[in-house]
């Protein structure tokens, strides 16, 4: 009881005062960290958030105190404290500590917050690092949190540093350790998530798992940043924050949206925003599924062009020879369609391409392997174990239909392979000398659960956002302007 009680009367840290009636913006730190993680954002928001961090036991004010982590107790204070609207942010292991935080909140039936930001934290149902280093001595910990956490080299001569942050570390990574997903439906609150592309453990594809734990929006943004981005990047994140959903592209951006047109039956039934070609194609379906599908697609892809400043109207969309799509402008981008679901990518002053495909077999296995494979593919998917061959074949399925789509001439399959490229990693093609050009694109692939895609880009490295498509968004114009 007195530990419920002890954090009821001081959960937060103020890293500013505000006049009643601003935004809060409760933050939950990383394992062994405490308020100064956040201490770039004093300044950062300026009255857009008055940004409170949460006290855990073992560091500042509360030291002394014993026990490990709740997420229950954290969540009953901020029903007691907080005031509408609020959002709640959590870094790395906070991540998971702010995701079940929400859930109780929800079980408590207090109001949801607007958003849940998760920076640099695997999803639930992953296990976190940290909590497989249990066993490590004091200074094994520290070469671990130095080389494959980004946590500063000077930690190994800072003795009064090393004795308040490993007894809270430990406190942090037994409740790691400890802890166990439990499936339940998704949150109704949008979730926002941040990656830092040199994360050596959280991966920025491995951060897109956050989407399925939301029936709201998801959005992530890549940072050209480590695991520990607050401190490098702090002014940045807090800018994208405040900014909310805008579409401005950066020169070293690519765009990724995910729409499942099954939850979308309005942008399926707009057929009064197709060209008269696209309208008699889709009349031509035989099956209303594939009809519905067609439509949804087609408006998709107009509506998002318009997000991006170019005007499509009811036109025919030009494309260059070969069928690349063509904007007349810097804009560049690429679509492609799997059943139900739709993936487009958009960059701006490079080419991007990208190729979208459900987890279902082939109608013709070996056929498929010969068509598409080189003979050093076709040698690696003969030594795999057959429950692994279809995973794998789909992976350089789409990495090569990407570089094809992006690159916009035909080339054949078997000119260029992924072979040796292991998953999670930039795939880079080799290609046969009369496909040479194909050698300077890169892959990435983006694990959507029941389907898998590959986004290339002829370019060394682009950061990565990615956000899905809900119901009530990208609506047409006409209606929005409505109200």
Not at 106 to 114: H, Q, S, Y
Not at 216 to 234: C, E, I, W, Y
Not at 385 to 406: D, F, I, M, N, Y
């Amino acid at each position: 009881m007195r530990d419920e009680h002890v954090l009821a009367e001081t959960p937060f840290t103020s890293l500013r005062r505000y006049p009643p009636g601003v935004p809060l913006l409760f933050c939950l730190p990383y394992a062994g960290g405490d308020v100064s993680a956040f201490w770039p954002w004093r300044q950062a928001f300026d009255g857009v958030f008055d940004v409170r961090v949460v006290m855990l036991p073992g560091r500042e004010g509360r030291v002394a105190e014993p026990g490990a982590l709740s997420p229950e107790l954290i969540a009953r204070s901020i029903a007691a404290h907080h005031r509408t609207p609020y959002s709640i942010y959590g870094h790395s292991m906070g991540g998971r500590v702010a995701f079940e935080v929400v859930r109780e909140l929800r079980r408590l039936g207090v109001r949801a917050p607007e958003c849940l930001y998760v920076g640099a934290a695997h999803p639930p149902e992953r296990q976190e690092t940290l909590g497989r280093w249990t066993g490590l001595g004091d200074e094994d910990l520290i070469e671990e949190l130095i080389h494959r956490l980004g946590a500063p080299a000077e930690l190994r001569t800072q003795p009064e540093v090393k004795a308040v942050l490993i007894p809270a570390l430990r406190t942090d990574m037994e409740w790691l350790r400890r802890y166990r997903f439990a499936r339940q439906e998704p949150l109704d609150v949008p979730i926002v998530a941040f990656a830092g592309a040199h994360d050596r453990e959280v991966t920025h594809p491995a951060m897109l798992g956050w989407a399925r734990h939301t029936s709201s929006t998801f959005r992530l943004h890549t940072l050209d940043a480590g695991h520990l981005f607050l401190a490098t990047h702090g002014d940045q994140v807090a800018r994208t924050i405040a900014a909310g959903p805008q579409q401005r592209l950066a020169s070293d951006e690519v765009h990724v949206w995910l729409a499942n047109l099954e939850e979308l039956p309005e942008m399926c039934a707009a057929v009064d925003e197709l060209s008269p070609r696209e309208v008699a194609r889709a009349a031509r379906f035989r099956q209303e599924d594939h009809r519905r599908w067609f439509v949804g697609g087609s408006v998709l892809r107009r509506r998002l062009l318009r997000e991006y400043g170019v005007e499509p109207g009811v036109d025919e969309l030009p494309t260059r020879p070969g069928g690349k799509p063509y904007t007349g402008t810097e804009l560049t981008y690429s679509l492609s369609q799997s059943g139900g679901l739709v993936l487009v990518a958009l960059a701006t002053g490079r080419e991007v391409g990208a190729d979208l495909e459900r987890f279902r077999p082939p109608a013709d296995e070996q056929a498929f392997f010969e068509g598409v494979l080189d003979e050093r593919e076709r040698d690696e998917f003969a030594a795999l174990p057959e429950e692994l061959r279809l995973h794998s074949a789909l992976r350089t399925w789409t990495a090569k239909e990407a570089v094809l789509k992006g690159d916009g001439l035909r080339v054949d399959p078997a000119l260029f392979g992924f072979a040796g490229q292991r998953p999670g990693t930039t795939w880079a093609p080799e290609a046969a000398p009369e496909a040479a050009r194909l050698a300077e694109w890169r892959v990435t692939h983006l694990p959507l659960g029941r389907a898998i895609a590959a986004i290339a880009v002829r370019a060394p490295r682009f950061l990565l956002r990615f956000e899905t498509v809900r119901q009530g968004r990208l609506v047409r114009q006409s209606v929005e302007a409505g109200g």
